[in-house]
């Protein structure tokens, strides 16, 4: 089993910036790849980045050069650093950890962008 638990969501003005995290506790061993996921109000939860093992990073078109997605092995945790935060980046974040067999979620994270 993996947990994960996500932090630093909040309020924040348009053109503002947040950081989250996840850090993940329990058999991390498992995991190949990490990513960050979100959900708007009566919204699917899309894919905003992903990162694996290896560090290579894939993004959404609609936060490509804004967001930016980190991991730090020796903390278990990865980041997402946000900038340039528009009102429609608004959603609850969730943090996935992977590997072919198996996924693990979070419980989120609230995001509010106010304009």
């Known amino acids: 089993q993996v947990q994960l638990v996500e932090s630093g969501g909040g309020l924040v003005q348009a053109g503002g910036s947040l950081r989250l995290s996840c850090a993940a506790s329990?058999?991390?061993?498992?995991?190949?790849?990490m990513g960050w996921y979100r959900q708007g109000a009566g919204k699917q939860r899309d894919l905003v980045a992903t990162i694996t093992s290896g560090g290579s990073t894939n993004y959404a078109d609609s936060v490509k050069g804004r967001f930016t997605i980190s991991r730090d092995n020796a903390k278990n945790t990865v980041y997402l650093q946000m900038n340039s935060l528009k009102p429609e980046d608004t959603a609850v974040y969730y943090c996935?950890?992977?590997?072919?067999?198996?996924?693990?979620w979070g419980r989120g994270t609230q995001v509010t962008v106010s304009s």
């Open positions: 996935k950890g992977y590997n072919s067999r198996y996924a693990y």
């Open positions: 329990g058999s991390i061993s498992s995991i190949n790849a």
